[in-house]
């Protein structure tokens, strides 16, 4: 078997008194698409700096390519494609002029990074923005040209921090497809993601995080059968109306009563809605669906707003 690109073991992050990473293990195996799903605060994108190579660990082990971060930060990086939750382009140069400097970085000579450009741009679905300046350009097309510079090293691992906070849902799905034909070509991706959808369309395996630990570990079809439900029936009541949480009892497997609209997790709405039938309820509306990581997501982080 391949060893891991990145092994942690026991790894903390500390801010003086703020735990932000609390004793977390994980192991992302190359070729795969490895997720971080958590609130804001949960630990994501420390964990993230730390496997960059750019954060110092308060305590544990982290390896990357076998290497210690610490004292092997240089040679970590230089095999390292990164998409920070800031795209950090220079809107006063053009596409072309970001990704070539960029590469310069990488002490590329400049006909291979000329020869890099013109791959990338196709990838990303910029060719015809190779002379336009960065300002202009939508939010979608900047994050493309941010994954496309990450990639002009041609990194063995790749780190996206958040890579699609504030995209409309058009830019979303376009820059899923890029990543997923990456996920095609072998590239291995580390993601971090509050979005469900998201996960649940690119990741392979993903931990879930909460207050700096790991509460949950699996494929997300995995953590929706061990967390979650077949299936979920929701049901609404009139305005005011308070939900007889006694008259609900025993028909599901769990409830949840939430402002507007109560939840019921089963492995049989058919059966639950002929249950509910025989019940003394004022019911508005009734919804049945599919469990999803959202789901999961809520159970096991909960619904209050972390700011």
Same mark, same amino acid.
């Not at 082990?61 to 040679?75: E, I, K, N, R, Y």
């Not at 990450?150 to 504030?166: V, W």
């Not at 019940?279 to 509306?285: E, G, K, V, Y």
């Given at each position: 078997?391949?060893?891991? $690109?990145?092994?942690? @073991?026991? =790894?903390?992050?500390?801010?003086? #008194? &703020? +735990?932000?990473?609390? *004793?977390?293990?994980?192991?992302?195996?190359?070729?795969?698409?490895?997720?971080?799903?958590?609130?804001?605060?949960?630990?994501?994108?420390?964990?993230?700096?730390?496997?960059?190579?750019?954060?110092?660990?308060?305590?544990?082990?982290?390896?990357?390519?076998?290497?210690?971060?610490?004292?092997?930060?240089?040679?970590?990086?230089?095999?390292?494609?990164?998409?920070?939750?800031?795209?950090?382009?220079?809107?006063?140069?053009?596409?072309?002029?970001?990704?070539?400097?960029?590469?310069?970085?990488?002490?590329?000579?400049?006909?291979?990074?000329?020869?890099?450009?013109?791959? $990338?741009?196709?990838? @990303?679905? =910029?060719?015809?923005?190779?002379? #336009? &300046? +960065?300002?202009?350009? *939508?939010?979608?097309?900047?994050?493309?040209?941010?994954?496309?510079?990450?990639?002009?090293?041609?990194?063995?691992?790749?780190?996206?921090?958040?890579?699609?906070?504030?995209?409309?849902?058009?830019?979303?799905?376009?820059?899923?497809?890029?990543?997923?034909?990456?996920?095609?070509?072998?590239?291995?991706?580390?993601?971090?993601?509050?979005?469900?959808?998201?996960?649940?369309?690119?990741?392979?395996?993903?931990?879930?995080?909460?207050?700096?630990?790991?509460?949950?570990?699996?494929?997300?079809?995995?953590?929706?059968?061990?967390?979650?439900?077949?299936?979920?029936?929701? $049901?609404?009541?009139?305005?005011?109306?308070?939900?007889?949480?006694?008259? &609900?009892?025993?028909?599901?497997?769990?409830?949840?009563?939430?402002?507007?609209?109560?939840?019921?997790?089963?492995?049989?709405?058919?059966?639950?809605?002929?249950?509910?039938?025989?019940?003394?309820?004022?019911?508005?509306?009734?919804?049945?669906?599919?469990?999803?990581?959202?789901?999961?997501?809520?159970?096991?982080?909960?619904?209050?707003?972390?700011?």
């Amino acid at each position: 078997m391949n060893e891991p $690109l990145v092994r942690a @073991a026991c =790894l903390t992050k500390k801010f003086d #008194d &703020l +735990v932000a990473v609390d *004793s977390v293990d994980f192991a992302v195996s190359p070729g795969e698409v490895f997720g971080f799903l958590g609130p804001n605060g949960a630990g994501k994108s420390s964990t993230m700096k730390m496997i960059g190579a750019v954060s110092p660990i308060t305590s544990g082990s982290l390896t990357v390519f076998g290497m210690d971060p610490v004292a092997d930060g240089p040679q970590i990086r230089a095999r390292l494609g990164v998409v920070p939750q800031d795209n950090l382009l220079d809107a006063e140069l053009t596409v072309f002029e970001n990704l070539f400097i960029y590469g310069r970085y990488f002490d590329l000579p400049k006909a291979v990074i000329r020869d890099r450009i013109d791959e $990338l741009l196709d990838f @990303a679905q =910029l060719e015809e923005r190779r002379k #336009d &300046l +960065v300002e202009p350009l *939508s939010g979608g097309m900047k994050r493309r040209l941010t994954i496309a510079r990450a990639l002009i090293n041609q990194p063995d691992l790749m780190l996206l921090d958040e890579p699609t906070t504030g995209l409309d849902p058009q830019a979303r799905h376009a820059l899923w497809d890029r990543l997923y034909r990456l996920k095609q070509q072998g590239v291995t991706l580390i993601v971090t993601t509050h979005y469900m959808d998201e996960a649940e369309q690119l990741c392979d395996r993903l931990v879930v995080m909460d207050k700096g630990k790991i509460v949950a570990e699996g494929s997300p079809r995995n953590l929706i059968e061990r967390f979650a439900t077949r299936d979920v029936v929701e $049901l609404r009541f009139p305005v005011g109306d308070e939900v007889p949480e006694n008259v &609900l009892f025993g028909v599901a497997k769990r409830v949840e009563v939430l402002p507007d609209r109560t939840l019921l997790y089963t492995d049989n709405a058919d059966q639950t809605l002929v249950d509910l039938i025989e019940r003394p309820l004022n019911i508005t509306s009734t919804i049945v669906r599919r469990a999803t990581l959202e789901d999961v997501f809520l159970r096991l982080t909960g619904r209050t707003l972390i700011d």
